[in-house]
């Protein structure tokens, strides 16, 4: 991988790879990690480097993860999630995440040299909520995203979740309000760039169906990857998997 270039913009951490040529007008492609493996910007980097591409590709820290985990650590984390896994974990991520993305993004704009063509965005997960808010608000001009082990619907995750801890999740008249807001299927619409979905073949229901779902309602291109479940820790073909998907993806769409 090309030399890190890793720092802070608008106050939200960041790593980020330089294009191929330096020297020459690139894209910009920018995105979040999973809050499971990859769990960081850096390891996201190293999981989907996305090498080749006439492009910066930044890889931004999600609130609540990394430098801006809160007094406690991990362990604080998982309790607010235990507590009240939509109130406090998914929706302050995410509105926080994507708030703080157009100003992100206009700084990365003039501190990268030559970050000045067309945009993408990606995420993973948790991440990819990020994505998929970020380019239903349109806040920015996105020319396509990319969204792996998305979280296409915000309930179904919650009932994984669910299965996978062993808990059960008390639903609020707010958190379903949430959850609504977070369903990108019924939201398709706001969702104007092309969208590549790329699934694990052994990813849980809740994650494929609803992938299925809003690549049938879109007509947007749906990946599968075999052997792939839900993460891709760097150096898994999972990894490899996702990292040739978004490669070929945004080279095709990223053209100036």
């Known amino acids: 991988m090309a030399e890190l270039v890793e720092g802070v913009a608008a106050g939200v951490?960041?790593?980020?790879?330089?294009?191929?040529?330096?020297?020459?007008?690139?894209?910009?492609?920018?995105?979040?990690h999973l809050m499971d493996?990859?769990?960081?910007?850096?390891?996201?980097?190293?999981?989907?480097?996305m090498a080749g591409l006439q492009a910066w590709?930044?890889?931004?820290?999600l609130p609540l993860s990394g430098a801006r985990l809160p007094e406690g650590g991990s362990d604080e984390v998982f309790r607010r999630a235990s507590e009240d896994?939509?109130?406090?974990?998914?929706?302050?991520?995410?509105?926080?995440?994507?708030?703080?993305?157009?100003?992100?993004?206009?700084?990365?704009?003039?501190?990268?040299?030559?970050?000045?063509?067309?945009?993408?965005?990606?995420?993973?997960?948790?991440?990819?909520?990020?994505?998929l808010e970020v380019l239903a608000r349109g806040d920015a001009e996105i020319?396509?995203?990319?969204?792996?082990?998305?979280?296409?619907?915000?309930?179904?995750?919650i009932a994984a979740n669910e299965r996978r801890f062993g808990l059960t999740y008390a639903w609020s008249e707010r958190s379903r309000a949430v959850a609504a807001r977070y369903d990108y299927v019924n939201r398709?619409?706001?969702?104007?760039?092309?969208?590549?979905l790329v699934v694990g073949a052994d990813d849980d229901v809740a994650v494929r169906q609803p992938a299925v779902a809003l690549h049938e309602k879109l007509g947007s291109e749906l990946v599968t990857v075999d052997g792939m479940a839900h993460e891709f820790p760097p150096g898994t073909p999972g990894a490899a998997g996702v990292d040739a998907a978004f490669t070929g993806w945004f080279a095709r769409r990223l053209r100036d």
């Open 13 to 32: 951490p960041f790593v980020a790879v330089p294009p191929v040529d330096p020297a020459a007008p690139a894209a910009l492609v920018a995105g979040w």
């Open 57 to 61: 590709r930044v890889y931004f820290g």
């Open 143 to 157: 020319a396509a995203a990319a969204v792996a082990s998305p979280v296409v619907q915000l309930a179904p995750m």
């Open 188 to 196: 398709a619409a706001e969702l104007t760039a092309p969208l590549l």
């Open 85 to 131: 896994a939509v109130l406090n974990v998914f929706e302050p991520v995410t509105e926080q995440a994507a708030g703080e993305f157009p100003a992100a993004l206009a700084e990365l704009r003039d501190r990268l040299p030559g970050a000045t063509g067309p945009l993408g965005v990606f995420g993973g997960s948790a991440g990819a909520i990020v994505a």
């Open 37 to 49: 493996a990859p769990a960081g910007e850096r390891a996201m980097a190293e999981a989907v480097p």
